[in-house]
Structures are given as structure tokens and as C-alpha cells.
T-cell receptor
Framework: DVKVTQSSRYLVKRTGEKVFLECVQD?????MFWYRQDPGLGLRLIYF???????EKGDIPEGYSVSREKKERFSLILESASTNQTSMYLC?????????????FGDGTRLSIL | GDSVTQMEGPVTLSEEAFLTINCTYT??????LFWYVQYPGEGLQLLLK?????DKGSNKGFEATYRKETTSFHLEKGSVQVSDSAVYFC????????????FGKGTKLTVNP
């Protein structure tokens, strides 16, 4: 079974801190994704990466950056955390080729910015 | 851009009731369609998928049929159980693209004994 592991289930940080969320997948997937999930808004794509050192902005990249130095690891960085970044963050991965490749999700990190 | 619209929740049913969650989409190309489920405190899990018109995806008693003429992918289950209580997300991905998903906003289902 595919396993996508997010480093923390719960995280509490302070406004202005630099925050790192880590995600690791064990299935050699090319694609990796970061979403945030908010009540009434569903899932919104922050960034995705289709290869090592490659990244593309999603729908809401402002205030975030990402890093992918190794194929299995995709990090989300909040450069200077703000209270409006309090949310559930979900990482996912998938293969590139083939129609209908599903994304496989981690269990999420619930981040609170105080 | 592409979009997915699914029925607003929450939906509350009694055990063994019939479930339908409506999902319609707009897409410029020929997307693949998915239903994901999120149980409390967990990430999303793929429930079922369909990649071409008239395909029926099925899993755990849930079914959905890819209807190109009505741009719909409604989720159905004949007899729900308490353990089906979760949030359900409809999603699409463009064929031949980067496999980015566009999600609906989710429908929360509660099944009472």
C-alpha cells in the first residue's frame, strides 16, 4: 500500500515564525501536492511538484513556498506565519502517467498559528 | 477554469437508507472523475473513479457512473451504515495533464443507527 507520511498531526506556532511541514511518500511517485482544507471551502491547491527541484504554483500560493530536493520528500514552508494560515494541511502524491491516476493522501497536519 | 459542484450538506440519514450525493462538473477537456472519502481525523482516501464516459466506478457498495451528456458523476449507495459517516469529495483531473485535481467542497454525511 502507498504510504504518505506527514511529519506532524498537530502543530502550534506563533505569528511571524518560519514553519516547515514535511511530507514523505514511499511509492516513487513523480507528483507531489500540498493542499489546505478549510470548512466550507473544500481543498485548495497551494503548490505541486512533478519532479525533483520542480514546482508550480497552485491556486493559493501566497505566503507559502516549497522545496523538493529528493523525489520522496516535499516540504511546505510558511515564510512568516500568520493567523489566517491556521488550517488543515494535506499532502498527496501520484504517478504522472496514465489516465485517472489517483492521488494518495497523508493524514494531514492541523496547524494553529497563535 | 475547470470546476466541480456537489450538493451542499450536511446530509443525515438513518441506517439502511438510500444515499445519493449529486456531483456535476465543467471541464474544457475530457476529465477523469473521482470520489474521495474523509473519515474523521484522517486524510482523504480514494473511494472510486471513472476515466471515460459510461464507466461505472464501484467500491464498498458505493457506485457512480460517468455521464458525459449531463456532465455528472453522482454517488449512490443502496443501504448506508453508521460506518459510512464521513465527508465525501467529488473531484476531476484533466486527461494528459499534470494530474492536478479540482475538488468540490465536500458533503458531510451522518448516518444514525
Amino acid at each position: 500500500d502507498v504510504k504518505v507520511t506527514q511529519s506532524s498531526r498537530y502543530l502550534v506556532k506563533r505569528t511571524g515564525e518560519k514553519v516547515f511541514l514535511e511530507c514523505v511518500q514511499d511509492m516513487d511517485h513523480e507528483n507531489m501536492f500540498w493542499y489546505r482544507q478549510d470548512p466550507g471551502l473544500g481543498l485548495r491547491l497551494i503548490y505541486f511538484s512533478y519532479d525533483v527541484k520542480m514546482k508550480e504554483k497552485g491556486d493559493i500560493p501566497e505566503g507559502y513556498s516549497v522545496s523538493r530536493e529528493k523525489k520522496e520528500r516535499f516540504s511546505l514552508i510558511l515564510e512568516s506565519a500568520s493567523t489566517n494560515q491556521t488550517s488543515m494541511y494535506l499532502c498527496a502524491s501520484s504517478f504522472v502517467q496514465g489516465a485517472g491516476q489517483p492521488q494518495h493522501f497523508g493524514d494531514g497536519t492541523r496547524l494553529s498559528i497563535l | 477554469g475547470d470546476s466541480v459542484t456537489q450538493m451542499e450538506g450536511p446530509v443525515t440519514l438513518s441506517e439502511e437508507a438510500f444515499l445519493t450525493i449529486n456531483c456535476t462538473y465543467t471541464a474544457t477537456g475530457y476529465p477523469s472523475l473521482f470520489w474521495y472519502v474523509q473519515y474523521p481525523g484522517e486524510g482523504l482516501q480514494l473511494l472510486l473513479k471513472a476515466t471515460k464516459a459510461d464507466d461505472k466506478g464501484s467500491n464498498k457498495g458505493f457506485e457512480a457512473t460517468y455521464r458525459k451528456e449531463t456532465t455528472s458523476f453522482h454517488l449512490e449507495k443502496g443501504s448506508v451504515q453508521v460506518s459510512d459517516s464521513a465527508v465525501y469529495f467529488c473531484a476531476l483531473s484533466e486527461r494528459g495533464g499534470s494530474e492536478k485535481l479540482v475538488f468540490g467542497k465536500g458533503t458531510k454525511l451522518t448516518v444514525n443507527p
